[in-house]
């Protein structure tokens, strides 16, 4: 996979991709991530990537020249799935949303910054929308990095073991199970017997027990109706 994250502050997007899972899925080449600063396609004398609304108004609004330079420049180079530009109006992320992006070959992810994008790259050059929750952050750039970690990670290869991504919570619809390490009891507090037993059998009927019991509790809207 291919996932080219356009930003007019690459610094901020830099440091969540040269660490641990990320920074591994890189350098096993199972994903290139390349980080665009988008003042190289500013075509203005002060290279700005920004200027004032149209109508007034507080809040500078990112300009479309250099935004559409930039992806008209990247798709000389490839075919892309999705252009998509990180929006607190849009769709909202989920698991199964990234389940779905890990099987594509090419993404862009563009950053917006102060108001947002002249509205003429929302209409025209942007192919889908997310959202990573129902609050404003001040740039697309962390939002870009939890879709793109979000994807990443489920991508064949990437997680040493290869099953744990899908024993994770929403992969299928429930809440994961609890986990337990060494000390098998610190200050009198045990960890539960099947855990201990050997019996794989029990451990796993233990753990769906479990997952569904939290499930209930935590977020009963995730259960469909026969498994109740
Ligand atoms: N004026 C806009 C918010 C702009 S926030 C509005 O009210 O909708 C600046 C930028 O941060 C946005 O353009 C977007 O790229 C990013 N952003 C903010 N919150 C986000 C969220 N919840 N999910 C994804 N991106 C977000």
Known sequence: ???DIITCLPNLVASPFSDSILKRAQSKGIVEVDIIDLRAYATNKHRTTDDYAFGGGAGMVMLIEPIDNCITAL?????????????????RLTQSMANELSLKQNLIILCGHYKGVDERVREHLVTREISIGDYVLSGG????????????RLIPGVLSDETS??????????????????????KG???????LSGHQAK??????????ERTRKKRPELLKKGDL
Do not use: N
């Not at 451990?203 to 569904?212: D, G, K, P, V, Y």
């Open 203 to 212: 451990i796993e009927a233990w753990r769906h027990e479990q997952s569904l």
């Open 141 to 152: 750039e962390l939002a870009a990095a939890v879709i793109a970690d979000s994807v990443i």
């Open 75 to 91: 798709k000389a180079k490839r075919q892309y799935d999705d252009i998509i530009y990180t929006s607190p109006d849009g769709e």
């Open 1 to 3: 996979m291919h996932i």
């Open 165 to 186: 991504a899908l024993s994770d919570s929403f992969q299928d619809d429930l809440i994961a199970p609890p986990v337990y390490t060494r000390p098998a009891e610190y």
């Open 189 to 195: 507090w045990k960890v539960p017997d099947v855990l």
